[in-house]
């Protein structure tokens, strides 16, 4: 008898489970921006060992923030929607607020919850999008992805939406990208290109432009979302290059978060465009901008390095024990004067007479003078550039110059 019973019950099991079967093959599924369907493998049959994020996709795929298609595919080359990263990041922070979504298109979209997830979490902000729309299928821009991953930092650390808003107000912010210059980047995104940039999450490309209207392929992503599980662990003061663009947002300098000196008295903030008249009467300039590159080791560092520096050819400024100065000036003459006379009779770091190497002035849109011995500046014009100066790794050695109204700024190497 409890044999009979276990037969009968196996064969209405499996009748059971062949129906489930039949149902699942007949689901129409979508033709466009297909969802990937949530499965257990963590390699992919696109995905050999020698695609370079391999170890990044598997990674992902073990924790469970990424998923592959039925067809045992990842697509790496793939773009990356609005959907598939607000899943993706919606799973790194597994949290169970919700937001309701006021998008008008998204209301039976597969991702909808992750969507109002990350309107409640704040990695997605609904002021960031127009007409009430989400646009989930729309391939994310790099824009877009810094602002999502940085208000995600923001999120679980509260000192990122600090840094982000110093970086966001203030007219002293300046970002290493060509386009900060040049255009082709939305002030808006600044503040979350700069976060990006400090804390690794995205880099610029070999031109050191950021793209920030580019996308980003399903292979990067991976890295990305290691990245960023590991910069939730950090505080923004972790991140040397956070620290600097903070420092200039607030100061116009980074000399107190890359190099040796520390403050005494007052700082470059106390003479930023205050006027200092020249002894030789050529004159009046200001300084608009003091940024330091470690250059005193066999290597340059700082987050201003690639804008500024160039180092196939400044190698004479390495192993030195040198920093590199990159000082903004305004400059109004008082009479017709060349770039090469300017400073005869000032203030050394009011006059800095060696010009920003050419090519990185083209390729990061820099206002640098023209030929030193040219007499390009015209009586009473106001004239904005940039020029080089340096300052010696060693103990006692000062940095210190003041403005007409003798306020003051003053570094030391403590002895």
Request: glycine share 6%.
């Given at each position: ?16 489970a ?8 007949v ?20 995905v ?10 598997k990674h ?11 067809d ?18 919606s ?8 937001t ?9 979209h597969?991702a909808?919850d ?18 009430n ?27 990122y ?7 966001a ?25 700069g ?33 960023f ?27 107190l ?34 940024i330091?590159?470690?250059t ?6 700082g987050?201003?390095?690639d ?7 400044s ?7 040198v ?18 006379s300017?400073g005869?009779?000032s ?17 990061f ?17 106001k004239?904005?550039?940039w ?8 103990p ?18 403590p002895?």
């Amino acid at each position: 008898m409890l044999h009979k019973k276990s037969s009968r019950n196996n064969l209405m099991i499996k009748a059971l489970a062949a129906s489930v079967m039949t149902a699942a093959m007949v689901i129409p599924v979508a033709t466009e921006n297909v969802q990937a369907v949530p499965v257990t493998k963590t390699t992919f049959n696109d995905v050999p060992k020698s695609h370079w994020a391999y170890e990044s996709i598997k990674h992902v795929a073990e924790k469970g923030l990424v998923t592959g298609y039925d067809d045992g595919t990842y697509k790496p080359s793939a773009q990356v929607t609005r959907a598939e990263f607000a899943t993706f990041l919606s799973r790194v922070f597994d949290s169970e607020d919700r937001t309701t979504a006021k998008f008008t298109d998204v209301g039976s979209h597969w991702a909808i919850d992750a969507i109002q997830e990350g309107l409640a979490v704040g990695f997605i902000q609904a002021s960031d999008f127009t007409n009430n729309k989400f646009e989930p299928n729309k391939p994310m821009t790099r824009g877009e992805m810094s602002r999502w991953l940085a208000n995600g930092l923001a999120s679980a650390n509260p000192e990122y939406a600090k840094a982000i808003e110093e970086i966001a107000n203030s007219s002293l912010t300046l970002i290493p990208i060509p386009e900060f210059y040049k255009g082709g980047v939305n002030k808006k995104d600044l503040p979350y290109i700069g976060v990006m940039l400090a804390t690794g999450l995205l880099s610029g490309y070999e031109d050191f432009s950021f793209k920030p209207s580019g996308n980003t392929t399903r292979a990067e992503v991976a890295t990305i979302l290691i990245r960023f599980m590991d910069a939730m662990k950090k505080a923004p003061s972790d991140f040397t290059g956070l620290k600097e663009l903070r420092e200039v947002a607030n100061t116009g300098t980074n000399i107190l978060s890359i190099t040796n000196f520390k403050q005494k008295l007052g700082g470059y903030k106390d003479v930023l465009g205050k006027p200092h008249t020249y002894l030789n009467k050529t004159g009046v300039a200001t300084i608009e901008h003091a940024i330091f590159i470690d250059t005193t080791g066999s290597k340059e560092k700082g987050i201003y390095k690639d804008m500024f520096f160039n180092a196939k050819a400044s190698q004479v400024s390495l192993n030195r024990n040198v920093y590199n100065i990159y000082y903004e000036y305004s400059f109004v003459p008082s009479k017709d004067v060349s770039f090469s006379s300017i400073g005869n009779g000032s203030d050394m770091h009011f006059a800095s007479l060696m010009m920003v190497n050419k090519e990185k002035a083209q390729q990061f849109g820099i206002t640098i003078p023209a030929h030193p011995n040219e007499k390009l500046f015209k009586e009473g014009k106001k004239y904005y550039y940039w020029a080089e100066n340096a300052a010696l790794n060693k103990p006692g050695k000062v940095i210190s110059g003041y403005s007409d109204d003798k306020s003051d700024f003053h570094y030391e190497i403590p002895q």
